[in-house]
């Protein structure tokens, strides 16, 4: 897919306000951890993540997705009428039903012709959002679009200690340490034709990239219903085999980061500079060193906000342009691989 009439005109986001350390995490896994003579500590040294934040008990992901969709139509100078389209792109929604977009929407002040949806697509749901409006302005459907995603990792967090300090088991240990890095917070992702807002506001050409997959490996990582279906009285659990998608996931990278270099035709010097979706340290290091990538390029944001899902990459990507990270000129590659197996590779000329 390549591109050539569409640009991230702003970003935005919001934390969540309570910071919680592997520390605490672990002090709360004492019953395991005394069972099987681990000491404080182990969640760090496995992952690397030294926090991540939670929101309150009492909240929506609706309403901080409105948050930051609303900061990055006020940094772009853009109308919330102006948009064609908005889409929710979250793991986590609200409920089944309605979409969770309609309640964003209704709390940003859309017009009544804007599209409205959900997209899902596990942790690489905002990228592939951005896809679904880089297609619509490229073909000229509307002028502008606005991503936006929430996630919250409290609930599921909460749940997996229970069971990690029921079972005592290292084994169990294994399957469910992947989720004690999930960390909760907001991002939205405004993308135009570039005829619209403030024209003194820098715009990020979105090339193009590639989508590849490997799914055959779906099964890795699951989040839903510990019975099959959607039984009433099933609890929510999740399981990761953790190790085969660091495997899968590094083969399936550099077979889609080969595919992306042919498609742009990148010399050896480039990408400028990457940002990932946040998983922990040892996916950071496995991925780059098989691409062979200088981590200088990178820019993380897992050692304090953990893996957020969907928003891991945006935010990730709008922290880094606050700090000075990228410059005008830099060829800028979003990456992630998401349970499915699924991957994308996309370009951004900053």
């Given at each position: 897919m390549k591109y050539d009439k569409v640009f991230i005109e702003s970003f935005g986001y919001e934390l969540a306000p309570h910071i919680v350390t592997s520390l605490e995490i672990d002090e709360r896994l004492a019953p395991f951890f005394e069972a099987v003579g681990f000491m404080p500590g182990q969640l760090e040294a496995l992952t690397g993540i030294r926090e991540r934040r939670f929101w309150d008990d009492d909240h929506t992901l609706a309403e901080h997705a409105a948050v930051a969709g609303k900061r990055a139509l006020d940094?772009?100078?853009?109308?919330?009428?102006?948009?064609?389209?908005?889409?929710?792109?979250?793991?986590?929604?609200?409920?089944?039903e309605p979409?969770?977009?309609?309640?964003?929407?209704?709390?940003?002040?859309?017009?009544?012709?804007?599209?409205?949806?959900?997209?899902?697509?596990?942790c690489l749901g905002m990228i592939t959002g951005m896809v679904h409006m880089a297609n619509e302005i490229q073909l000229g459907h509307i002028k502008a679009g606005l991503v936006v995603s929430c996630e919250s990792a409290r609930q599921i967090v909460d749940a997996t200690i229970e069971e990690i300090n029921t079972h005592k088991s290292i084994d169990f240990y294994r399957e469910a340490v992947a989720t004690m890095t999930g960390g909760s917070g907001a991002a939205a992702i405004l993308l135009t034709d570039?005829?619209?807002?403030?024209?003194?506001?820098?715009?990020?050409?979105?090339?193009?990239?590639v989508v590849n997959n490997a799914i055959r490996h779906w099964a890795l990582c699951s989040w839903g219903f510990e019975d099959k279906g959607m039984p009433t009285d099933s609890r929510v659990i999740m399981r990761t085999n953790a190790q085969k998608v660091?495997?899968?996931?590094?083969?399936?990278v550099i077979e889609?980061?080969?595919?992306?270099?042919?498609?742009?035709?990148?010399?050896?010097?480039?990408?400028?500079k990457i940002v990932g979706h946040q998983v922990g340290e040892g996916?950071?290091?496995?991925?780059?060193?098989?691409?062979?990538?200088?981590?200088?390029?990178d820019f993380s944001t897992f050692p304090f906000l953990g893996n957020v899902g969907s928003v891991s990459l945006p935010i990730s990507a709008a922290i880094a342009d606050e700090r000075g990270f990228f410059v005008p000129g830099d060829f800028?590659?979003?990456?992630?691989?998401?349970?499915g197996l699924n991957c994308y590779f996309m370009g951004v000329e900053w």
């Open positions: 940094e772009a100078g853009i109308s919330p009428k102006e948009l064609g389209a908005l889409c929710f792109c979250g793991v986590c929604q609200d409920g089944f979409a969770t977009s309609c309640a964003v929407a209704d709390k940003i002040g859309v017009g009544p012709r804007t599209h409205v949806y959900d997209v899902k697509s596990a570039g005829t619209l807002g403030k024209s003194s506001t820098p715009r990020h050409a979105v090339k193009g990239g660091l495997d899968h996931g590094t083969e399936l889609t980061y080969e595919l992306f270099r042919k498609e742009f035709n990148l010399p050896a010097d480039k990408p400028d996916h950071h290091h496995k991925f780059y060193s098989a691409m062979k990538i200088d981590r200088k390029k800028v590659a979003f990456v992630g691989v998401g349970s």
